[in-house]
């Protein structure tokens, strides 16, 4: 069907002094973060999508945004480039936009949220850092640093307001594994080494979703390159599996970027190669918690996918997978797809056991989807 969409363009930015309440950012804080209050205007256009309702498009800054956590449909949260982290309390009617200027010209890749006023961002490349906040964003604090040339951390993910993961490309010949315990204030390198060899093996910050978490302590993690690996764990990370995801490798772009287990042990994942957009093999698809996986012979998706996600709403499963080429949707558990677009973006969320997700891409838009059959 053809859908209205509205664009909400930055008319100008605002700076805003107040406290630390959700709809009150100040304009320096103490460690010298910068709150942005985004001013926006309007106009419309026209888009021939399928099996949508509704689409916003919303534009939270002239950054590339790769990291999101969609914590409610009221709440989202937005990482990228420029040391920028954006932040809606409104279902995306406004947002702020946060400058951490301790860490200048960081690419934040990925961002997880504990809740509405907490959420911690994970920053690629050396240095690596990890930052915190408590407050929406008003003050952040560094609880992770470490100088290793080495160090490229890919993805963050949270089993419980205290439990949480990070994942990075290998350092000394072991894939890089940080654990918290204590929701995010401190973290430590875990031990247990992950085989097969890491060499020539690593993952892709595309779109921090590289980790996919469940419950009691399960955990799946992607790789690309010499081998296209999905490696496993049951107890926290612990001990580890892996098995072969069955996208192409043995070559640096290619591999899994993304990938999503849903609770009936059905999981995505996606890839293909960023420097070939045209990839074909771009899926791969398990039933059994991630212990075999097999390729999806379906003529869609086609072409590089960096982001894949799942919803469970009123008994149905809604899987959603886009990249440079385009976004597709699946409704019988990634047999068959349609394209719904063919713009690219990095990454897309859906707001917890709902039919709404969220897309962003390199240039500052943000788009809201509402998905039906």
Same mark, same amino acid.
């Not at 309007?42 to 999508?49: V, Y």
């Not at 009221?74 to 480039?81: A, E, F, K, Y």
């Not at 085989?195 to 993952?203: C, E, K, L, Q, R």
């Not at 919803?311 to 499963?317: C, L, M, P």
């Given at each position: 069907m053809r859908l209205h969409f509205i664009i909400l363009l930055i008319g100008g930015i605002l700076f805003s002094c107040g406290n630390d309440s959700p709809n009150s950012v100040s304009e320096k804080t103490a460690q010298g973060e910068q709150a942005d209050s985004i001013s926006v205007g309007?106009?419309?256009?026209?888009?021939?999508?399928v099996d949508q309702s509704e689409g916003l498009i919303r534009v939270a800054g002239n950054n590339s945004y790769r990291g999101m956590h969609v914590l409610s449909e009221?709440?989202?949260?937005?990482?990228?480039?420029n040391s920028t982290v954006a932040l809606s309390l409104n279902g995306g009617e406004n947002w702020k936009a946060f400058t951490i200027e301790d860490c200048?010209?960081?690419?934040?890749? /990925?961002? @997880? $949220?504990?809740?509405?006023?907490?959420?911690?961002?994970?920053?690629?490349?050396?240095?690596?850092?990890?930052?915190?906040?408590?407050?929406?964003?008003?003050?952040?604090?560094?609880?992770?640093?470490?100088?290793?040339?080495?160090?490229?951390?890919?993805?963050?993910?949270?089993?419980d307001d205290n439990r949480g993961l990070v994942f990075g490309d290998p350092v000394d010949g072991?894939?890089?594994l940080l654990e918290t315990s204590d929701g995010g204030e401190s973290w430590s390198r875990i031990a247990s080494?992950?085989?097969?060899?890491? /060499?020539? @093996? $690593?993952?892709?910050?595309?779109?921090?979703?590289s980790i996919a978490l469940g419950d009691d302590g399960k955990a799946w993690i992607a790789t690309g390159g010499k081998h296209s690996w999905i490696f496993y764990t049951n107890d926290y990370g612990v001990s580890w599996g892996a098995v072969e995801s069955k996208l192409p490798d043995n070559n640096p772009g290619n591999g899994v970027y993304s990938l999503?287990?849903?609770?009936?042990?059905?999981?995505?994942?996606?890839g293909g190669n960023w420097e070939h957009i045209e990839s074909d093999s771009v899926l791969s698809i398990t039933n059994d918690y991630g212990e075999s996986w097999e390729l999806h012979e379906g003529a869609i998706p086609n072409g590089y996918r960096s982001c894949v996600a799942y919803?469970?709403?009123?008994?149905?499963?809604l899987w959603v997978c886009t990249g440079s080429s385009g976004t597709d949707i699946s409704y019988d558990y990634g047999q068959s797809w349609k394209t719904i677009d063919s713009t690219g973006y990095n990454v897309v969320e859906f707001a917890p056991y709902s039919n709404i997700a969220w897309l962003a891409d390199g240039k500052g838009h943000v788009i809201k989807l509402k998905l039906f059959k």
């Open positions: 309007s106009a419309s256009f026209q888009s021939n999508l009221d709440v989202i949260w937005l990482s990228g480039s200048p010209n960081c690419d934040f890749r /990925d961002i @997880t $949220a504990l809740n509405d006023s907490t959420a911690i961002v994970i920053s690629i490349g050396s240095p690596g850092k990890i930052y915190k906040t408590s407050n929406w964003g008003s003050n952040w604090k560094k609880v992770y640093h470490n100088d290793d040339s080495l160090i490229f951390m890919d993805a963050i993910e949270f089993w072991l894939i890089f080494k992950i085989t097969p060899s890491a /060499d020539g @093996t $690593a993952g892709f910050a595309a779109s921090g979703t999503a287990m849903s609770s009936s042990g059905v999981g995505m994942a996606v919803s469970e709403y009123k008994n149905t499963q």
